[in-house]
């Protein structure tokens, strides 16, 4: 099993980036997949969840109204667009998947397979 997430780079505030995380190794239209968040000297985070379907989304408050979550279960991927960056969305982003049970989860152990992450720098 495999994430890759990618699409991380250095913006200025209020800029906006795409991330994309592509799943390898699992039937991805079993999972939910979740993005968590982890910035320097703090602990990871969630920022926001999809279901398998993608009919239910979940986001973290200090994201809700910028971030948007998406996937292609053709494609085996789900992105998360950034709009409106601010610097403390300077983090690693990783991508996990869960299989699904119904309700999307926040706790970082309710995901049983994740990414390496990718770096997103915000400047002020």
């Known amino acids: 099993v495999q994430l890759q997430a990618s699409g991380g780079g250095l913006v200025q505030a209020g800029e906006s980036l795409r991330l994309s995380c592509v799943a390898t190794?699992?039937?991805?239209?079993?999972?939910?997949v979740g993005w968590f968040r982890q910035a320097p000297g703090k602990e990871r985070e969630f920022v926001a969840a999809?279901?398998?379907?993608?009919?239910?989304?979940y986001y973290a408050d200090s994201v809700k109204g910028r971030f948007t979550i998406s996937r292609d279960n053709p494609r085996n991927s789900v992105d998360l667009q950034l709009n409106s960056l601010k610097p403390e969305d300077t983090a690693v982003y990783y991508c996990?998947?869960?299989?699904?049970?119904?309700?999307?989860?926040?706790?970082?152990?309710?995901?049983?397979?994740w990414g390496r992450g990718t770096l997103v720098t915000v400047s002020s």
């Open positions: 996990a998947a869960q299989l699904y049970a119904g309700v999307l989860s926040t706790p970082l152990a309710a995901y049983e397979y």
């Open positions: 999809i279901s398998w379907s993608g009919g239910s989304t």
């Open positions: 190794g699992i039937t991805f239209d079993d999972y939910a």
